[in-house]
């Protein structure tokens, strides 16, 4: 097992966002978060130099790292035998991530770099019919807007988009000065398990697009927010349009797209 004296092997890249977790109780508590139930295989997303990794590799899970970082690969190779064959070194953004999995469950976590941290969620998103959980840190603001309820300035367009499929919990925050190099933000570690019917009752797409757009303009109402969609005068006299876009929680929402569908939009 690597020891921190090790630490300065990988020197952290800006532009890649890295912030390299040395606190190793942190690095155990979001490797607890995960409850391994309903796969077998975990993805952990920018590992680093391995501080979340190795209590990763000591539960009863296969897990796979994937590093866009040559010189973070190449540590991991060397100190890590454990995850031979296990390394992909890609984008996760960009890499077709069932060449390994195959169609198979699996679970995300990761220390996520703050630049691309929504980025990440997105893509995850896209495989959510395969992805049962998904935890991990990402900088305070964002890991809040994530878990965030109606009616608040942070709920937004990651807000619904998220918990229209996933409960989210927002664990517990984590200080700047256990990161080499500190970033200028706290962080914060959440949790999302998939819900049991994470089929939406109306169109995909079109609840996507309704909640991006609504909330491209969210100071507005609905009313205002929406025309660009081109909606009947007698739909947009429906109370629910006098709302802004925070006022609406995640059902609302569906509701809401339903309404759109039956419009014929």
Do not use: W
Request: hydrophobic residues 35%; charged residues 30%.
């Amino acid at each position: 097992m690597p020891r921190n004296d090790k630490m300065e092997k990988v020197k952290a890249k800006k532009h890649l966002g890295q912030h390299f977790l040395k606190d190793e109780s942190i690095a155990k508590d979001i490797a607890d978060t995960l409850n391994l139930v309903g796969y077998d295989d975990v993805l952990e997303i920018g590992p680093g130099m391995g501080v979340l990794t190795k209590y990763l590799l000591d539960k009863p899970v296969t897990t796979y790292v994937i590093e866009i970082d040559p010189e973070s690969v190449t540590y991991l190779d060397e100190n890590y035998p454990k995850l031979k064959d296990k390394i992909i070194s890609k984008d996760f953004l960009k890499y077709n991530i069932n060449e390994i999995f195959e169609g198979k469950q699996f679970a995300i976590i990761g220390n996520f770099p703050y630049n691309i941290s929504t980025q990440i969620v997105f893509r995850a998103l896209e495989y959510r019919s395969q992805i049962p959980e998904f935890a991990g840190m990402f900088q305070k603001e964002v890991a809040q807007r994530i878990c965030e309820k109606k009616g608040t300035k942070a709920y937004g367009i990651l807000s619904v988009l998220v918990q229209a499929f996933y409960d989210a919990e927002y664990l517990f925050t984590v200080d700047e000065n256990v990161f080499i190099p500190p970033p200028k933000v706290k962080s914060g570690v959440l949790r999302l398990r998939r819900k049991e019917d994470y089929s939406l009752p109306c169109g995909e797409k079109l609840f996507f697009t309704v909640v991006k757009t609504a909330f491209q303009q969210r100071r507005k109402t609905l009313r205002n927010s929406l025309k660009t969609m081109n909606l009947s005068d007698k739909l947009r006299e429906d109370i629910v349009f006098d709302l802004r876009p925070e006022q609406l929680n995640v059902e609302q929402f569906i509701e809401l797209t339903q309404k759109i569908e039956a419009d014929g939009v």
